[in-house]
């Protein structure tokens, strides 16, 4: 059976490039890169290579750029570590939005714990966050704002430079989560106007375990981790050099084909989307076609739950996601198509299809010619007639 990935928001496969190089790291590039002999130098030096390639994918410093073990850790440096390097000056009020990746709201929440006051800023059916939302919420107290760059169920992508300027109006420091946009569309963190923003190497062809955290120069925080100087003193631990220069090989990659296979993408994806609403009675696309990135569609299909139809694919070939948790074998409600206000059962009935570099138009004929038999099928379980 021929297998069609299309969850690539999930993770991508590392790329022939990236396995390559981290293969001969591995094999000659073993030492410890704070050690002063010529083999922590060496490691030191291609350490430093992966830097400045992260670096130019952001359009930043390399000395501003701080390697960490995955976006989560990135969102959890950012957003700890500001609120308690300000905690001293009174400011613990904290503003995220209601559609955030998990690593931001629960982190948040643990904060909220802790006695800081939070806020979540609700968004539309479109799924972006309102400025004026974003303006009401601030008060003098707010220590940081977090709004992720592109949602990861939806794609949508929000109005950062707009957001992170009223934050700044505010003197409050702005994070974004941009693990979803990272080697998918351009990012200038200087145009963007933003304090710190959080990326994950395996979004975009890189390793696993391996991420960064772009932190103005200038910002304060304070370390997640206690112990050796490493990364500046912001995120102790040696560094995983091989996983690092896998990133830095990805990050280079990305600039060259990013513009080419974003056009490839959103051809692609509009064509499976336009089938899908078309040739599939009782669907809808969740969120708005643009602004969004190029590779995503969520779409909802009534009277099926989602993970019933997810393993349905799965059984002929396609793998995709809901975009949602699965705990004990009972399927979650989308915590993000739940803020946009969708009816209770598009929360818990919609895929997500999330296309790359390995999909072709072939793979689009296939979906959408097996997709109709499969909803039929599942919808002949129920007596529920399709809602219009």
């Known amino acids: 059976m021929t297998r069609i990935y299309l969850d690539h928001n999930a993770t991508t496969p590392p790329s022939a490039g990236v396995i390559d190089r981290m293969a001969a790291v591995f094999r000659e590039e073993f030492g410890n890169p704070s050690s002063v002999h010529h083999f922590g130098q060496r490691a030191k030096a291609v350490l430093d290579e992966a830097r400045s390639q992260v670096a130019t994918l952001l359009g930043a410093d390399p000395s501003e750029v701080v390697f960490t073990g995955s976006g989560t850790e990135g969102d959890n440096i950012a957003i700890r570590g500001v609120a308690e390097a300000l905690e001293v000056t009174g400011r613990k009020h904290l503003i995220a939005s209601s559609i955030e990746h998990e690593a931001v709201l629960n982190t948040v929440k643990a904060l909220a714990r802790r006695g800081w006051r939070t806020t979540l800023l609700p968004v539309d059916a479109t799924g972006i966050v309102s400025p004026d939302e974003l303006r009401h919420a601030l008060a003098d107290d707010t ?63 890189g390793p696993k375990g391996v991420g960064a955290l772009w932190i103005r120069r200038g910002v304060r925080l304070q370390p997640a981790l206690t112990g050796g100087k490493q990364e500046r003193g912001r995120r102790s631990g040696t560094e995983n050099v091989a996983g690092i220069v896998g990133m830095g090989v990805a990050a280079s990659e990305a600039l060259t084909k990013m513009a080419a296979e974003s056009t490839r993408l959103a051809v692609l994806r509009d064509q499976l989307e336009s089938l899908v609403l078309s040739r599939v009675p009782g669907t809808a696309r969740n969120g708005e076609t643009e602004p969004r990135v190029a590779n995503t569609t969520n779409i909802s299909f009534d009277r099926i739950e989602a993970e019933s139809l997810l393993i349905a694919l799965d059984l002929e070939g396609i793998a995709v996601s809901t975009g949602s948790a699965c705990s004990s074998g009972t399927l979650e409600p989308s915590h993000v198509l739940k803020a946009m206000g969708l009816p209770a059962h598009r929360t818990q009935n919609s895929i997500r299809f999330s296309l790359g570099a390995s999909n072709t138009e072939q793979d689009v004929e296939r979906v959408v010619a097996v997709l109709p038999a499969i909803v039929e099928k599942l919808r002949s379980l129920t007596r529920t007639p399709v809602r219009a």
């Open 143 to 205: 220590a940081l704002v977090s709004i992720m760059h592109a949602n990861n169920e939806i794609g949508t992508i929000q109005p950062i430079a707009e957001l992170a300027r009223i934050a700044r109006e505010r003197r409050a420091v702005f994070h974004t989560d941009a693990v979803q946009t990272a080697g998918k569309i351009p990012i200038d963190v200087k145009a963007l106007g933003v304090d710190l923003l959080t990326i994950s190497a395996h979004k975009f062809y």
